[in-house]
């Protein structure tokens, strides 16, 4: 059925010329309950880890197949002209190119780690590559794919934030009760929260900042399945 645009309070009923016709009924869908739509964010967050997994087992695996079978008519037109082979290693550049652009896309709808390994190993991939001191600590845990995927994309905004040369931050994971992950960011600027909070907000998750303003402890706690 569709639906036309509500009645506002005050308007007069709509009247065909000359009758008096009755308002048509309005049909108002009710919003959404907290936990429909604690489900929804859920499924989104498992529907970003489905695409991910499409993306690397499909579309970067074709490519690497071609790169190496590129590899190995290189090798068998040994004797060919030079012109091949440069132009065999220029595609194979290109395409080296292409596949990491799509791991980095991939890594950023759903890092593969976290899907594989957890929020430990995957936050320490990143720090890894950070100018700043980080010390990541992490249960083995598993706390589903929207908690790991909002608690991950949360952490790595912050950490991608901090100043260089700065003094160490301790990422800390926990499980709070069985259905509550926790995460400890100490040793950053009180002013992260703001952006941890709007990333988890919608799986109903909180933040409580503790200490000055330069030297919070942030804690997020976020529902998990």
């Known amino acids: 059925m569709m639906l036309g645009p509500a ?3 005050g308007d007069a009923p709509h009247a065909a010329a000359g009758q008096g016709a009755s308002p048509e009924p309005v049909t108002r869908l009710a919003p959404l309950t907290p936990e429909a739509r604690l489900r929804a964010e859920r499924e989104q ?3 970003r880890r489905s695409v991910e997994r499409e993306l690397h087992d499909g579309a970067a695996l074709r490519l690497s197949a071609l790169t190496l079978r590129l590899g190995l008519l290189r090798h068998r037109a040994a004797s060919a002209e030079c012109d091949l082979h440069t132009y065999i290693d220029d595609f194979q550049d290109e395409l080296h190119a292409v596949l990491q652009e799509l791991r980095e896309v991939s890594s950023r709808i759903y890092p593969p780690l976290l899907d594989e390994a957890g929020l430990g190993p995957a ?20 706390f589903g794919a929207a908690a790991e995927g909002a608690a991950y994309f949360a952490v790595v905004g912050c ?12 990422v800390v994971v926990r499980r709070e009760d069985d259905r509550t992950l926790a995460v400890d960011v100490v040793g950053v600027e009180a002013g992260h929260a703001d952006a ?3 990333a988890i907000r919608r799986l109903d998750g909180a933040v409580d900042i503790a200490g000055g303003p330069c030297a919070a402890t942030i804690t997020m706690r976020i529902p998990c399945e």
């Open 123 to 142: 936050l320490r991939e990143v720090v890894e590559r950070l100018d700043v001191p980080v010390r990541v600590e992490a249960p083995s845990d598993r």
């Open 196 to 198: 941890m909070l709007g």
């Open 159 to 170: 950490l991608e934030a901090l100043a260089p040369g700065g003094a160490r931050t301790d």
């Open 45 to 47: 967050w498992r529907l």
């Open 7 to 9: 009645r506002r309070a």
